[in-house]
């Protein structure tokens, strides 16, 4: 059975790429986001779930280092689970989990996020550059990402 990280922020990210749960009965699946008051309970939905450092650029001094720990936490959860895909919907934890599958060899599936219409998002302008599948909700998203697939929502 194919290994699949599913991965994103918590709040909007999260509720995106929960609108996939169904893959989680298809797949060997492990899901990462941000440890937060809302997302602990996702611990007693799902059977394989881990969390990393909540942190957002609001605190440009502590934010670097929340983003090094992280690195290093989504590098640990990598080398456990050995995905063969990785899925995402973005922001601040995906970034580095979905380069850390890229250089070991995992096919890398990111899905721009419904929030935006007309511009890029931080994530989706790097991950874009290596990504095997990159989809956008936004047909007008096509003109910022040419090499994208538009399938609409995902809600």
Request: proline share 3%.
């Amino acid at each position: 059975m194919k290994k699949v990280l599913f991965i994103s922020s918590t709040g909007g990210h999260l509720d995106e790429l929960l609108q996939l749960k169904s893959l989680f009965k298809k797949y060997n699946y492990y899901l990462v986001t941000e440890k937060t008051k809302s997302t602990i309970i996702l611990k007693d939905k799902y059977k394989k779930v881990s969390y990393l450092v909540y942190g957002t650029k609001d605190n440009f001094l502590i934010y670097p280092f929340k983003l090094i720990f992280n690195c290093i936490k989504s590098l640990c959860i990598y080398v456990k689970f050995r995905p063969n895909y990785i899925i995402s919907t973005g922001a601040h934890i995906a970034g580095p989990m979905c380069c850390i599958g890229k250089i070991f060899g995992a096919k890398i599936i990111f899905i721009e996020t419904l929030a935006n219409s007309k511009t890029k998002t931080v994530t989706g302008k790097l991950v874009y550059k290596f990504a095997d599948l990159f989809i956008v909700q936004w047909e007008s998203m096509l003109k910022l990402y040419p090499k994208a697939k538009y399938t609409g929502p995902i809600f």
